[in-house]
Antibody, heavy 119, light 107 residues
């Protein structure tokens, strides 16, 4: 069974750094792209970027390029989303998802990680 | 970036009736279009990909159609569990933009 398990909720202050994770299991982690999606409170879905854990090829949405860093550690089947300096506007639910293939739909989703940034 | 526009923003339908949701792309995405369902407090769930292929375990009452720039999700006979928010997503040329969502509510 394909599963994506995300790290737990985080409460941070503006200016702090953060790295959240998404651990895949039940499939070959290095063979499928993983994507990240932001959902701000009461709002819709926004794609942030995708990574291919096999070679760490990464593509970013123009809206998020330079704002976040996506990475992966294939030795532990885990993808990451990180911020170097959080803002209050980063408060949102973040989902990871596994793509069906390159340039494809997002078939399996993690449970989400809620990030709250508040002074 | 390709802009996806869904209509209507909110759709009120009675259980047992048919619901038709629309999605328009700002440029052609061929059949590279997916539909997702999201219920409160849950992650999105894939319903349709390739514009018309149901994902594993999705009931036959869900169907998708369209290509190019105009797409439709039809739910043939609404069940109580179908009331949720629905998003379309295009996946074309390394871009994966979502529509703003249609909230399907009970009439």
């Amino acid at each position: 069974e394909v599963q994506l398990v995300q790290s737990g909720a985080e409460v941070k202050k503006p200016g702090e750094s953060l790295k959240i994770s998404c651990k895949g299991s039940g499939y070959s982690f290095t063979s499928y792209w993983i994507g990240w999606v932001r959902q701000m409170p009461g709002k819709g879905l926004e794609w942030m970027g995708i990574i291919y854990p096999g070679d760490s090829d990464t593509r970013y949405s123009p809206s998020f390029q330079g704002q976040v860093t996506i990475s992966a550690d294939k030795s532990i089947s885990t993808a990451y989303l990180q911020w170097s300096s959080l803002k209050a506007s980063d408060t949102a639910m973040y989902y990871c998802a596994r793509l069906r293939g390159a340039g494809s739909s997002w078939h399996y989703w993690g449970q989400g990680t809620l990030v709250t940034v508040s002074s | 970036e390709i802009v996806m526009t869904q209509s209507p923003a909110t759709l009120s339908v009675s259980p047992g009736e048919r619901a038709t949701l629309s999605c328009r792309a700002s440029q052609s995405v061929s059949s590279n279009l997916a539909w997702y369902q999201q219920k409160p407090g849950q992650a999105p769930r894939l319903l349709i990909y390739g514009a018309s292929t149901r994902a594993t375990g999705i009931p036959a009452r869900f169907s998708g159609s369209g290509s190019g720039t105009e797409f439709t999700l039809t739910i043939s006979s609404l069940q109580s569990e179908d009331f949720a928010v629905y998003y379309c997503q295009q996946y074309n040329n390394w871009s994966y933009s979502f529509g703003q969502g249609t909230k399907l509510e009970i009439k």
